[in-house]
């Protein structure tokens, strides 16, 4: 699905541009509506009849929002490096005869070509 999608991507860029916006916007609900029922649990437990919050003299600081953003902003930094993780290209196709080979690959396992650059030591 990942090798469709990086094909779909070189081919169709616009298509798969949406493809991403529409898949961001749902993982922004979900990651949102996650961190609610997670702030709502805290809040049941912890919180008390107030809320989430504490008082600095006479004011008070309720910190559920930013609770909320926060744990938002984890879950999708998260599906982002796994997302990043899971699109950089772990293979590379070698230029004299086509076939796959690790990106890391210095000589084609099939041709025997160098591909990449010897280390120097
Ligand atoms: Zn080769």
Do not use: K, N
């Amino acid at each position: 699905m990942i090798r469709r999608f990086r094909d779909l991507a070189s081919r169709e860029p616009g298509a798969a541009l949406a493809g991403l916006f529409a898949l961001a916007l749902a993982a922004v609900g979900l990651a949102t509506s996650l961190a609610q029922v997670a702030v709502s649990v805290i809040d049941q437990h912890v919180g008390g009849q107030g809320g989430l919050g504490f008082h600095i003299g006479h004011t008070l600081i309720e910190y559920e929002d930013p609770l909320q953003a926060g744990i938002v902003l984890v879950l999708l930094g998260g599906g982002l490096y796994w997302g990043y993780r899971v699109m950089s290209p772990a293979m590379q196709t070698c230029p004299d005869c086509l076939s796959e080979i690790p990106l890391e690959a210095i000589v084609c396992r099939y041709c025997t070509t160098q591909v990449g650059e010897v280390p120097c030591e």
